[in-house]
């Protein structure tokens, strides 16, 4: 049995598929080690919906996005906020990704075999003003494919590279210690789970049958956050944003524990921004769920009435799709884990859409025939129309006191008052009987007409949602949803980890959602961790958070997608003069 490599990567996610094919690319050989079984292959961004941000894209130009690397910075800095010390790489990891969006980030993954959906989506739309949160234009570029789209090509030079001798893929062995000789990170020892025939996603056992201990010249850890870790969810959880839920829906499978946190604190790793987490209040219970606690997340378009747990409208610019950790601050305040989303057959038809590969089979299987059903169909997707058949958060009625009965009824909490109800829904609707309003979110609405996409495909014609028209009437309960760590270990512009004194940790790298970015991001979608952070990983080791490093300037040329030289003579998998 193979025991020693020149690099050990620790998690087969995106990151560590990034990390191994750029490696083995190199010539040099990899372990690729994970607690899943091999079916799990890919990890969490196989499920994601393969949200890419991207900066003056071709596809951004097509639909006449006048977008730059300057006004992306400016929208991402809005977003973060850093405001503390430990800030320093993270704003610097920043200004490195969003040059290499705007820059390179697009041929290359052309050059992986990713297509692009032509439609650019505006996620996180903002409302606070120019400086504030929020994408100032659409930059939410799908994958065509979703998640599935952007693992399989680096899955599939992995298992080319096992062919060759390359990489060695260890599943089912857990790591539980770092091996640390002389300050040098050297390799790793752990556990070897029992195998396991449990469909990707599902929980698997941790009966433990024998244990490993491997060597390398190099450790990369990509062994993704922490989101199916509540308890860790709740011990971090920002006092900034009230207190946190006692009921959580899951956006991630179990295995997501972060594990390998504390497990690198112990071999000196420092982390840092353990508070910060992107967390949805958007996610409902999936109907046919894979792993405990399934959550689905509403990708909403603006035009849902938002509801607190007591009947009353969330304030402006909490609107559907424009705010995520504001709307989180402003529920947390509130006192119940839930919230209400009220709307119309016509709105879900045109603006609901669910995250999540297997809720897109039109994208993720490539289907433009199914796609453009999406778009030009009577119904809603077929996956969103069986969330509201079968859904337990949905309700439907022809009349809003029914509705408002079964949302009662379905809380058990009684706490919306009809008249309260009636009262929002009727002022909301009266604002649409001349074509201005000074209701801001219908403003909003019309505004996101003016974007060819949203009218397209993501936003529906303003109506009044008592038209019987455009019924029947609907609720969505909503709940919190985990997903994704902003925080994590600290490193630097080549992935290196850091120790609590700053100072790199010889052979230790991190990459993807384990490394620690710790600000909120203008679109938070999993993807571009696990391809940025790993691609600078594998330079000095390759891309695997969204912010493959550009290094430093909107100008500045990215790295092919090979290990650096450099790298590689540190690590003695070189030699001077070859």
């Not at 998640?147 to 060759?164: D, I, L, Q």
């Not at 894979?290 to 747990?309: E, Q, T, Y």
């Not at 289907?367 to 077929?382: D, E, H, N, V, Y």
């Amino acid at each position: 049995m193979q025991t020693e490599a020149d690099v050990l990567i620790i998690g087969a996610g995106l990151a560590g598929l990034v990390a191994a094919a750029e490696l083995a690319a190199a010539g040099k050989s990899v372990l690729l080690l994970d607690q899943e079984p091999e079916q799990n292959m890919g990890g969490q961004a196989f499920w994601s919906f393969g949200g890419l941000f991207l900066v003056d894209s071709p596809e951004q130009r097509r639909m006449r996005i006048r977008d730059s690397y300057e006004l992306a910075l400016s929208d991402w800095l809005g977003n973060a906020d850093f405001d503390r010390p430990e800030d320093l790489w993270p704003r610097r990891w920043a200004e490195a990704y969003v040059g290499w969006a705007a820059g390179e980030k697009r041929s290359w993954l052309q050059q992986m075999g990713i297509k692009l959906f032509p439609v650019v989506g505006w996620a996180e739309r903002g409302g606070y003003g120019a400086r504030g949160p929020g994408n100032s234009v659409p930059r939410f570029h799908v994958a065509w494919g979703t998640g599935t789209g952007v693992v399989a090509p680096f899955s599939y030079r992995v298992r080319e590279a096992v062919k060759k001798g390359l990489v060695t893929l260890k599943f089912r062995h857990r790591v539980t210690e770092l091996t640390v000789k002389n300050g040098v990170v050297t390799g790793a020892r752990g556990e070897v789970l029992e195998p396991s025939a449990a469909e990707r996603g599902a929980s698997t056992s941790r009966v433990v049958v024998g244990d490993f201990a491997f060597r390398a010249r190099a450790v990369i850890v990509t062994a993704g956050g922490i989101g199916a870790n509540h308890e860790l969810v709740r011990r971090n959880w920002p006092a900034r944003l009230g207190p946190p839920p006692a009921h959580m829906l899951s956006g991630v499978p179990e295995h997501v524990d972060g594990l390998m946190l504390g497990i690198t604190q112990m071999a000196g790793g420092h982390v840092i921004n353990e508070d910060r987490m992107w967390h949805y209040v958007e996610g409902v219970q999936n109907w046919n769920p894979i792993w405990p606690r399934h959550g689905i997340r509403i990708l909403p378009g603006p035009s849902s009435l938002w509801l607190d747990a007591r009947g009353c409208r969330l304030p402006g610019p909490l609107y559907p799709g424009f705010d995520t950790l504001g709307t989180l601050k402003h529920l947390r305040q509130t006192g119940y884990d839930y919230s209400w989303f009220i709307l119309t057959q016509k709105i879900i038809r045109h603006e609901f859409a669910l995250s999540g590969s297997e809720q897109n089979p039109d994208l993720t299987n490539k289907s433009w025939r199914q796609t453009l059903g999406r778009a030009f169909g009577k119904g809603a997707p077929a996956p969103v129309e069986a969330f509201k058949q079968y859904g337990a958060d949905f309700l439907v009625r022809n009349t809003l006191p029914e509705l408002v009965q079964a949302m009662n009824e379905l809380s058990g909490e009684n706490l919306l008052d009809y008249a309260q109800v009636e009262q929002e829904v009727r002022a909301r609707d009266l604002q649409l009987d001349n074509p201005f309003s000074k209701d801001a979110q219908i403003t909003a609405i019309r505004g996101a007409r003016n974007y060819l996409g949203d009218k397209l495909i993501r936003t529906a014609p303003p109506h009044k949602l008592l038209d019987p028209t455009k019924g029947p009437l609907i609720a969505v309960r909503l709940h919190v949803i985990t997903r994704k760590s902003l925080g994590g270990l600290e490193t630097d512009l080549s992935g290196r980890v850091l120790g609590s004194a700053g100072q790199p940790i010889p052979g230790l790298y991190a990459a993807g959602e384990i490394a620690g970015f710790g600000g909120a991001a203008c679109t938070a979608t999993g993807p571009w961790k696990a391809l940025s952070w790993a691609a600078a990983c594998t330079r000095a080791a390759l891309p695997a958070r969204p912010w493959p490093r550009c290094w430093g300037s909107a100008q500045a040329t990215y790295p092919r997608a090979v290990v650096s030289r450099e790298w590689l003579l540190q690590h003695g998998l070189a030699q001077a003069g070859q």
